[in-house]
Nanobody
Framework: EVQLKESGGGLVQVGGSLRLSCAPS????????IGWFRQAPGKERGVVSC????????YYADSVKGRFSISRDNVKNTVYLQMSSLKPEDTAVYSC??????????????????WGQGTQVTVSS
Protein backbone atom coordinates (compact mmCIF):
# COMPACT_ATOMS: atom_id res chain seq x y z
CA GLU A 1 0.00 0.00 0.00
CA VAL A 2 1.37 3.36 -1.01
CA GLN A 3 1.47 5.91 1.79
CA LEU A 4 2.80 9.44 2.07
CA LYS A 5 3.54 10.65 5.56
CA GLU A 6 3.88 14.40 6.05
CA SER A 7 5.24 16.26 9.02
CA GLY A 8 6.58 19.66 9.98
CA GLY A 9 3.59 21.96 9.85
CA GLY A 10 2.72 24.39 12.60
CA LEU A 11 2.30 27.99 13.65
CA VAL A 12 4.99 30.50 12.76
CA GLN A 13 5.28 34.27 12.74
CA VAL A 14 5.66 36.35 9.61
CA GLY A 15 9.18 36.07 8.30
CA GLY A 16 9.77 32.76 10.01
CA SER A 17 10.68 29.37 8.60
CA LEU A 18 9.34 25.84 8.60
CA ARG A 19 10.47 22.63 7.00
CA LEU A 20 7.92 20.12 5.79
CA SER A 21 8.80 16.49 5.24
CA CYS A 22 7.17 13.91 2.99
CA ALA A 23 8.13 10.27 3.40
CA PRO A 24 6.55 8.05 0.75
CA SER A 25 6.49 4.30 1.21
CA UNK A 26 5.06 1.19 -0.36
CA UNK A 27 6.29 1.68 -3.90
CA UNK A 28 9.41 1.08 -5.96
CA UNK A 29 9.40 3.40 -8.92
CA UNK A 30 12.48 4.74 -10.55
CA UNK A 31 10.64 7.52 -12.34
CA UNK A 32 8.16 9.50 -10.30
CA UNK A 33 7.39 13.00 -9.17
CA ILE A 34 6.70 14.27 -5.68
CA GLY A 35 4.71 17.46 -5.48
CA TRP A 36 3.75 19.81 -2.68
CA PHE A 37 0.35 21.45 -2.95
CA ARG A 38 -1.53 23.79 -0.67
CA GLN A 39 -5.11 24.79 -0.13
CA ALA A 40 -6.31 27.76 1.85
CA PRO A 41 -9.92 28.10 3.06
CA GLY A 42 -12.19 29.07 0.20
CA LYS A 43 -9.48 28.62 -2.41
CA GLU A 44 -8.59 25.89 -4.87
CA ARG A 45 -5.68 23.59 -4.26
CA GLY A 46 -2.60 24.76 -6.10
CA VAL A 47 0.92 23.52 -6.69
CA VAL A 48 3.73 24.89 -4.55
CA SER A 49 6.70 22.89 -5.79
CA CYS A 50 7.58 19.50 -7.24
CA UNK A 51 10.66 17.43 -7.89
CA UNK A 52 11.44 14.61 -10.29
CA UNK A 53 13.14 11.46 -9.04
CA UNK A 54 14.71 10.72 -12.43
CA UNK A 55 16.63 13.90 -13.18
CA UNK A 56 16.02 16.16 -10.20
CA UNK A 57 13.97 18.57 -12.27
CA UNK A 58 12.27 21.11 -10.02
CA TYR A 59 9.33 23.45 -10.36
CA TYR A 60 8.30 26.32 -8.10
CA ALA A 61 5.16 28.37 -8.20
CA ASP A 62 5.92 32.04 -8.80
CA SER A 63 4.50 32.94 -5.40
CA VAL A 64 7.19 30.95 -3.57
CA LYS A 65 10.24 31.37 -5.79
CA GLY A 66 13.21 32.57 -3.80
CA ARG A 67 11.57 31.70 -0.49
CA PHE A 68 10.88 27.97 -0.67
CA SER A 69 13.27 25.18 -1.54
CA ILE A 70 12.45 21.56 -2.35
CA SER A 71 14.97 18.76 -1.95
CA ARG A 72 15.13 15.02 -1.54
CA ASP A 73 17.21 12.67 0.56
CA ASN A 74 17.39 9.39 -1.33
CA VAL A 75 18.89 7.56 1.64
CA LYS A 76 16.00 8.52 3.89
CA ASN A 77 13.54 8.44 0.96
CA THR A 78 12.18 11.77 2.07
CA VAL A 79 11.31 14.96 0.22
CA TYR A 80 11.63 18.25 2.07
CA LEU A 81 10.04 21.63 1.53
CA GLN A 82 12.05 24.33 3.27
CA MET A 83 9.90 27.42 3.65
CA SER A 84 11.45 30.75 4.58
CA SER A 85 10.32 34.36 4.76
CA LEU A 86 6.82 33.10 5.37
CA LYS A 87 3.88 35.41 4.74
CA PRO A 88 0.29 35.31 6.01
CA GLU A 89 -0.82 34.30 2.51
CA ASP A 90 1.23 31.11 2.85
CA THR A 91 -1.28 29.91 5.44
CA ALA A 92 -2.87 26.73 4.13
CA VAL A 93 -3.03 22.98 4.43
CA TYR A 94 0.03 21.60 2.68
CA SER A 95 -0.11 18.14 1.12
CA CYS A 96 2.46 16.07 -0.66
CA UNK A 97 1.50 13.86 -3.56
CA UNK A 98 3.02 11.16 -5.72
CA UNK A 99 2.78 11.02 -9.49
CA UNK A 100 3.75 7.56 -10.69
CA UNK A 101 4.14 8.29 -14.40
CA UNK A 102 7.10 10.63 -14.09
CA UNK A 103 7.31 14.29 -15.06
CA UNK A 104 4.03 14.57 -16.90
CA UNK A 105 2.04 17.62 -15.89
CA UNK A 106 3.47 18.18 -12.44
CA UNK A 107 1.52 21.35 -11.70
CA UNK A 108 -1.83 19.61 -12.26
CA UNK A 109 -3.12 17.95 -9.07
CA UNK A 110 -5.24 15.62 -11.22
CA UNK A 111 -2.04 14.00 -12.45
CA UNK A 112 -1.12 12.73 -8.99
CA UNK A 113 -2.07 9.25 -7.89
CA UNK A 114 -1.51 9.28 -4.14
CA TRP A 115 -1.84 11.98 -1.49
CA GLY A 116 -0.78 12.51 2.06
CA GLN A 117 -3.19 13.57 4.76
CA GLY A 118 -2.00 17.18 4.78
CA THR A 119 -0.38 19.35 7.41
CA GLN A 120 -1.52 22.78 8.53
CA VAL A 121 0.80 25.75 8.16
CA THR A 122 -0.34 28.96 9.82
CA VAL A 123 1.60 32.20 9.49
CA SER A 124 0.59 34.83 12.01
CA SER A 125 1.11 38.55 11.53
Amino acid sequence: EVQLKESGGGLVQVGGSLRLSCAPSGFTLDDHTIGWFRQAPGKERGVVSCISSRDGRIYYADSVKGRFSISRDNVKNTVYLQMSSLKPEDTAVYSCALETTGWGSPIDPEEYDYWGQGTQVTVSS
